[in-house]
C-alpha cells in the first residue's frame, strides 16, 4: 500500500499534535514534511519528530505532497498559499486555520480539492474533537484519507454547509478555553472556601473528566444527567439557581454566538 506523503505548512502547535499521533500510528517519519518559517520553532520540531524533513520554505520541499496540511494563522494563509502554490500542485489540501473560506483557499492555491477543519486543542492529548467540511472537488478517497489523519487526534464530524464550521468553532474550537476558564473559577473559589489551590484544582478537572465521561457514555440528554444530580432544596439546587437568577446560562449562550460572528469576520478579513 502506497503511503501518502503530508506536508504541514505551519508547525505550530495543532501541527504538531498531528504530526506526532502520524508517528504513534505507524506513518513514517520520511514521509512527513513540515514547513517553518520561523527559525526558533524549526530548532524545536526538529529533535521532537526524528526523520521528518522541517524546511525553512515550500521551495526545499524533497517529496511532492499527496496532502498539505495548512497550519497557519488565518491573517498569514493567502501570503503563505500563494508562496507555496507551485510546490504542492496535485496535492489534497486540508485547513485547520479559523474562518478562512474554501472559496479563498480554492482561488490561492488554484484547486477545488479542499477539506476544511477545525479541530481544538486536546488534540495534543489525543482527545481532539474536529469539525470537518468537504468541498464538492473533494473525493471519497479524500475525505477517507482526511478522516485517517485527522482520527490519529481524536474524534471527528463532518458537517453539511460550510457555515456551520463558524458553529463549530464557537462551540469546539474555541470550547477548551471555556473549559478552563470555569476550571479557574472552581479553583478560585474553592481557595477562598479555605481549600489548597491546588487541591481545589484537582477535584474541579477530576470533576470535569468525569461528568465528561459520564455524559459520553450515556443515552440520557443532559437534561436529565443534570436534574439526577439535583434535590430540590440541596446544595447543587442552590448553585444552579444562583447561576440562573444571575442569568449566566443565557450570557453563555451569548458568548457563543460572539465566537461564531467573530469566526465569520476571520473570513472576510482576511480571505479577499
Known amino acids: 500500500m502506497n503511503v501518502p506523503t503530508i506536508t504541514f505548512i505551519g508547525g505550530g502547535n495543532m501541527a504538531s499534535a498531528i504530526v506526532g499521533g502520524l508517528l504513534r500510528q505507524g506513518h513514517p517519519a520520511a514521509a512527513l514534511q513540515i514547513v517553518e518559517p520561523f527559525d526558533e520553532q524549526r530548532a524545536r520540531l526538529a529533535p521532537q519528530f526524528?526523520?521528518?524533513?522541517?524546511?525553512?520554505?515550500?521551495s526545499g520541499l524533497p517529496k511532492t505532497s499527496d496532502l498539505a496540511v495548512w497550519a497557519v494563522k488565518p491573517q498569514t494563509f493567502k501570503d503563505a498559499a500563494l508562496a507555496s502554490q507551485p510546490f504542492l500542485v496535485g496535492a489534497l489540501h486540508l485547513s485547520v486555520a479559523a474562518g478562512i473560506t474554501s472559496d479563498s483557499i480554492a482561488a490561492w492555491l488554484n484547486t477545488q480539492r479542499i477539506v476544511r477543519a477545525m479541530p481544538n486543542t486536546p488534540a495534543l492529548v489525543g482527545l481532539g474533537m474536529t469539525g470537518l467540511f468537504a468541498r464538492k472537488g473533494a473525493s471519497e478517497a479524500d475525505r477517507t484519507l482526511v478522516e485517517t489523519v485527522v482520527k490519529t487526534t481524536g474524534e471527528l464530524v463532518w458537517v453539511d454547509a460550510e457555515a456551520q464550521l463558524d458553529a463549530v468553532t464557537a462551540i469546539s474550537g474555541s470550547g477548551p478555553a471555556y473549559v478552563f476558564y470555569f476550571l479557574e473559577a472552581m479553583?478560585?473559589?474553592?481557595?477562598?472556601?479555605?481549600?489548597?489551590?491546588?487541591v481545589a484544582y484537582q477535584l474541579a478537572v477530576g470533576t470535569f473528566v468525569g461528568a465528561a465521561t459520564l455524559?459520553?457514555?450515556s443515552e440520557d440528554p443532559p437534561q436529565t444527567l443534570r436534574e439526577r444530580v439535583t434535590s430540590k432544596g440541596g446544595t447543587?439546587?442552590?448553585a444552579l439557581t444562583s447561576m440562573e437568577t444571575a442569568g449566566v446560562k443565557a450570557k453563555f449562550e451569548e458568548a457563543l454566538f460572539a465566537a461564531q460572528k467573530r469566526a465569520a469576520e476571520l473570513g472576510r478579513e482576511f480571505g479577499d
Open 50 to 58: 526524528p526523520g521528518v524533513a522541517v524546511l525553512a520554505h515550500s
Open 187 to 198: 479553583r478560585d473559589a474553592g481557595a477562598r472556601m479555605g481549600l489548597p489551590p491546588e
Open 215 to 217: 455524559a459520553q457514555r
Open 236 to 238: 447543587t439546587y442552590a
